[in-house]
């Protein structure tokens, strides 16, 4: 009998026999979250995640270690695993089946941050408006915590009622929980938890049904295309077909360097495959690579077929998740098969196209399409616009050219220095408003389309906000925290020079403290210990400083140099667990650098003007730093540079690995100056 409650895979580094894996998989996910209920999975999991990482006792006078887990929450299943020293993972993860009757959702519990899901616009359109749409924002609903108990008693692998899978690449960690057989229940579900059908196998979507061919209006995305395919080796077969495909229509398209990224992911029976590129395809561009693409996967000879299935082998987490959501084994692997799921691929296929680019002659398959858009204002509805006020521009927490124009039916941001367009949500299909303790609105609606507004900050604000307090009474609202203080670079650095007299003020109250404690003394010795003890603090002729703030705050360098940080986020990821964290970075040059190094040389005027991503570092919960990101080039990464006095530039930054409760972002440079963010500003 085949044990389907564990799975052996393949080490990833079988060069160290020392380290291993071993992790869990719930037939549970967000998708079967509602938006009401939008938090109680990742609480679950995070209040595991937290015990599992408790330190543990090695035995025999070795002292105590720790294990880091990693939470995946997916569209249908969610996961923990860890990886290293196999004896450590053994001691820490046999206590995993203790721990799901026990009071470990505290009400101050806060789930650590998730990805968003590749292309949310069509998450939506698929699946409508579930928490898994909501996975980045770090929202809670009201009751999240109560709903994340009941969840993790449902999760327990011995006496709960959804299903799990085990897997581990040491066969001697294999069998260290038994868990009950996988449960069929999930199954069974035939809708979301918002309403809309699942995706099945062999059934036409019918008109309005999200599954059907779409046009969804974009921009300059770096997504091209989804498609819906079976949770099967022929579906994963279908889909490397597809990325074949694709690439002949970047060669038609005059694009053939630009690289494809491939992402599945299961959504009950299906598999949701999302074709990007690294570098966005210009919009004039795509009606002839997605047309190209499709005349491909109409009818593949039979031996290209047979090759895709000879070389391409189905990835652990597919089988995985199957048992996982109770499904039976699935069929050999036909070519017969692989042309039935490219054929559901054209049934449900999804393009990323700006309809105005589409020409009836040469696109006219692409034309017969629908399309979905993000709303627009009606001129027939009168408007009234709201402008920020003068105490809203003292705050800094709204750009002053803000500009926000409300109708019946839709709420408009704009930019009144550009003539960019305006954002724009849909107030009849919203999704979620998310609402901070400041005051701060995000509308997410049922396109995609996200504003953010913050009500008092705007002239007569007042009014909106009671107008969006009685419209919107319906719609469900959630709690998200705010970072740090949205300032901007202009208004902190008004309020630095008063911080830094304070600063000085007392450092010098300090030493004058020391020197009178030597001069009572009457001990040159110890007073020469006092002075050993200001090592750390800069004086009147060091240009450096240290620093700890919170994210988005700006940190002012003595030179006048402006750096900015956003919090991390992680990136999508299928079966590659050591996800890329992205941190956004702004920095705006000085004047040259004037003073001395931490180590008393002089600086060079371009120290703290130099732009490197070398400068940069993470660091998770338990202080381990994470190796920068290594890979191809990225269109938007931080670019070295040396910043003139008020040049500006921005850029991301990418770190590799587990990142852990509450992360760290540094920032170095060759002057000496050392400035940390993180959620709290501490150290």
Same mark, same amino acid.
Request: proline share 8%; with cysteine; glycine share 10%.
């Given at each position: 009998?085949?044990?389907?409650?564990?799975?052996?895979?393949?080490?990833?580094?079988?060069?160290?026999?020392?380290?291993?894996?071993?992790?869990?998989?719930?037939?549970?996910?967000?998708?079967?979250?509602?938006?009401?209920?939008?938090?109680?999975?990742?609480?679950?999991?995070?209040?595991?995640?937290?015990?599992?990482?408790?330190?543990?006792?090695?035995?025999?006078?070795?002292?105590?270690?720790?294990?880091?887990?990693?939470?995946?929450?997916?569209?249908?299943?969610?996961?923990?695993?860890?990886?290293?020293?196999?004896?450590?993972?053994?001691?820490?993860?046999?206590?995993?089946?203790?721990?799901?009757?026990?009071?470990?959702?505290?009400?101050?519990?806060?789930?650590?941050?998730?990805?968003?899901?590749?292309?949310?616009?069509?998450?939506?359109?698929?699946?409508?408006?579930?928490?898994?749409?909501?996975?980045?924002?770090?929202?809670?609903?009201?009751?999240?915590?109560?709903?994340?108990?009941?969840?993790?008693?449902?999760?327990?692998?011995?006496?709960?009622?959804?299903?799990?899978?085990?897997?581990?690449?040491?066969?001697?960690?294999?069998?260290?929980?038994?868990?009950?057989?996988?449960?069929?229940?999930?199954?069974?579900?035939?809708?979301?938890?918002?309403?809309?059908?699942?995706?099945?196998?062999?059934?036409?979507?019918?008109?309005?049904?999200?599954?059907?061919?779409?046009?969804?209006?974009?921009?300059?995305?770096?997504?091209?295309?989804?498609?819906?395919?079976?949770?099967?080796?022929?579906?994963?077969?279908?889909?490397?077909?597809?990325?074949?495909?694709?690439?002949?229509?970047?060669?038609?398209?005059?694009?053939?360097?630009?690289?494809?990224?491939?992402?599945?992911?299961?959504?009950?029976?299906?598999?949701?495959?999302?074709?990007?590129?690294?570098?966005?395809?210009?919009?004039?561009?795509?009606?002839?690579?997605?047309?190209?693409?499709?005349?491909?996967?109409?009818?593949?000879?039979?031996?290209?077929?047979?090759?895709?299935?000879?070389?391409?082998?189905?990835?652990?987490?597919?089988?995985?998740?199957?048992?996982?959501?109770?499904?039976?084994?699935?069929?050999?692997?036909?070519?017969?098969?692989?042309?039935?799921?490219?054929?559901?691929?054209?049934?449900?296929?999804?393009?990323?196209?700006?309809?105005?680019?589409?020409?009836?002659?040469?696109?006219?398959?692409?034309?017969?399409?629908?399309?979905?858009?993000?709303?627009?204002?009606?001129?027939?509805?009168?408007?009234?616009?709201?402008?920020?006020?003068?105490?809203?521009?003292?705050?800094?927490?709204?750009?002053?050219?803000?500009?926000?124009?409300?109708?019946?039916?839709?709420?408009?941001?704009?930019?009144?220095?550009?003539?960019?367009?305006?954002?724009?949500?849909?107030?009849?299909?919203?999704?979620?408003?998310?609402?901070?303790?400041?005051?701060?609105?995000?509308?997410?609606?049922? =396109? %995609?389309?996200?504003? /953010?507004?913050? $009500?008092? &900050?705007?002239?007569?604000? +007042?009014? !909106?906000?009671?107008?969006? #307090?009685?419209?919107?009474?319906?719609?469900?609202?959630?709690?998200?925290?705010?970072?740090?203080?949205?300032?901007?670079?202009?208004?902190?650095?008004?309020?630095?020079?008063?911080?830094?007299?304070?600063?000085?003020?007392?450092?010098?109250?300090?030493?004058?403290?020391?020197?009178?404690?030597?001069?009572?003394?009457?001990?040159?010795?110890?007073?020469?210990?006092?002075? =050993? %003890?200001?090592?750390? /603090?800069?004086? $009147?002729? &060091?240009?450096?400083?240290? +620093?700890? !703030?919170?994210?988005?705050? #700006?940190?002012?360098?003595?030179?006048?140099?402006?750096?900015?940080?956003?919090?991390?986020?992680?990136?999508?990821?299928?079966?590659?667990?050591?996800?890329?964290?992205?941190?956004?970075?702004?920095?705006?040059?000085?004047?040259?650098?004037?003073?001395?190094?931490?180590?008393?040389?002089?600086?060079?005027?371009?120290?703290?003007?130099?732009?490197?991503?070398?400068?940069?570092?993470?660091?998770?919960?338990?202080?381990?730093?994470?190796?920068?990101?290594?890979?191809?080039?990225?269109?938007?990464?931080?670019?070295?540079?040396?910043?003139?006095?008020?040049?500006?530039?921005?850029?991301?930054?990418?770190?590799?690995?587990?990142?852990?409760?509450?992360?760290?972002?540094?920032?170095?440079?060759?002057?000496?100056?050392?400035?940390?963010?993180?959620?709290?500003?501490?150290?």
């Amino acid at each position: 009998m085949i044990d389907t409650t564990w799975q052996l895979v393949a080490p990833r580094t079988p060069a160290d026999p020392s380290m291993a894996e071993i992790g869990v998989t719930w037939g549970r996910g967000l998708l079967e979250e509602a938006v009401e209920e939008t938090g109680a999975l990742a609480l679950a999991l995070t209040a595991l995640a937290r015990e599992l990482e408790r330190r543990i006792h090695l035995g025999h006078g070795r002292g105590s270690s720790s294990v880091d887990v990693e939470i995946r929450l997916d569209a249908d299943v969610c996961s923990l695993r860890s990886r290293g020293p196999a004896e450590e993972l053994r001691i820490a993860w046999s206590r995993l089946p203790l721990l799901f009757d026990r009071p470990l959702v505290a009400e101050g519990l806060r789930p650590r941050e998730l990805p968003a899901p590749l292309w949310i616009p069509d998450v939506l359109a698929r699946t409508g408006g579930t928490a898994f749409a909501l996975a980045a924002h770090g929202a809670l609903a009201q009751g999240a915590h109560e709903a994340a108990r009941r969840r993790l008693r449902e999760l327990d692998p011995l006496h709960g009622t959804i299903g799990c899978v085990f897997w581990t690449d040491d066969p001697g960690l294999r069998d260290l929980v038994r868990p009950s057989a996988p449960r069929g229940s999930a199954q069974a579900s035939k809708t979301w938890a918002s309403g809309e059908p699942c995706w099945r196998p062999g059934r036409l979507p019918g008109a309005g049904h999200g599954d059907r061919p779409l046009i969804i209006s974009s921009g300059n995305t770096k997504e091209l295309a989804s498609v819906m395919l079976p949770r099967t080796a022929e579906g994963h077969a279908a889909a490397e077909l597809l990325r074949s495909a694709l690439a002949e229509g970047l060669v038609a398209g005059d694009d053939e360097w630009n690289m494809i990224s491939l992402r599945s992911e299961g959504m009950g029976e299906g598999l949701r495959v999302v074709l990007s590129t690294t570098t966005p395809v210009a919009p004039p561009k795509r009606p002839l690579m997605l047309t190209e693409m499709l005349r491909q996967i109409e009818k593949p000879s039979t031996s290209r077929i047979e090759a895709v299935l000879a070389d391409s082998t189905a990835p652990a987490w597919l089988e995985r998740g199957r048992r996982a959501r109770g499904m039976g084994p699935e069929p050999e692997p036909s070519v017969a098969g692989v042309r039935r799921a490219l054929e559901e691929a054209r049934r449900s296929i999804h393009l990323a196209l700006d309809p105005s680019h589409l020409d009836f002659a040469a696109h006219r398959r692409l034309l017969e399409i629908p399309e979905i858009a993000p709303a627009e204002p009606d001129p027939a509805e009168p408007e009234r616009v709201f402008t920020v006020s003068a105490r809203g521009r003292r705050r800094g927490g709204t750009d002053p050219a803000t500009r926000i124009r409300l109708t019946r039916s839709t709420l408009a941001l704009e930019d009144s220095r550009t003539s960019r367009g305006a954002d724009v949500v849909d107030l009849g299909h919203l999704v979620a408003v998310l609402a901070s303790e400041r005051g701060t609105r995000r509308l997410i609606d049922r =396109a %995609g389309s996200e504003l /953010t507004v913050r $009500p008092r &900050d705007l002239a007569e604000g +007042e009014q !909106l906000d009671r107008y969006l #307090t009685h419209s919107l009474r319906r719609v469900p609202h959630l709690r998200i925290e705010e970072d740090g203080p949205r300032t901007h670079p202009a208004v902190k650095a008004k309020r630095w020079p008063f911080r830094v007299l304070v600063s000085l003020g007392m450092v010098l109250a300090l030493v004058g403290a020391i020197a009178l404690l030597g001069s009572g003394s009457g001990s040159d010795e110890s007073a020469g210990d006092g002075g =050993a %003890g200001l090592g750390f /603090t800069p004086g $009147p002729e &060091d240009a450096w400083s240290w +620093e700890h !703030l919170r994210w988005n705050e #700006t940190a002012q360098l003595s030179n006048g140099t402006l750096i900015t940080v956003s919090r991390p986020s992680p990136q999508p990821a299928s079966e590659d667990w050591d996800r890329d964290h992205r941190v956004d970075v702004t920095l705006c040059g000085g004047a040259p650098s004037e003073g001395l190094r931490m180590g008393g040389e002089p600086v060079r005027p371009i120290d703290q003007n130099l732009v490197r991503t070398t400068g940069f570092t993470m660091y998770t919960g338990n202080h381990a730093e994470l190796p920068a990101a290594e890979g191809p080039a990225r269109a938007d990464a931080l670019q070295p540079t040396t910043l003139e006095e008020g040049e500006c530039t921005s850029g991301a930054v990418w770190f590799n690995g587990f990142s852990g409760d509450d992360p760290r972002v540094g920032y170095r440079n060759d002057a000496g100056d050392s400035i940390t963010w993180s959620r709290d500003g501490g150290d």
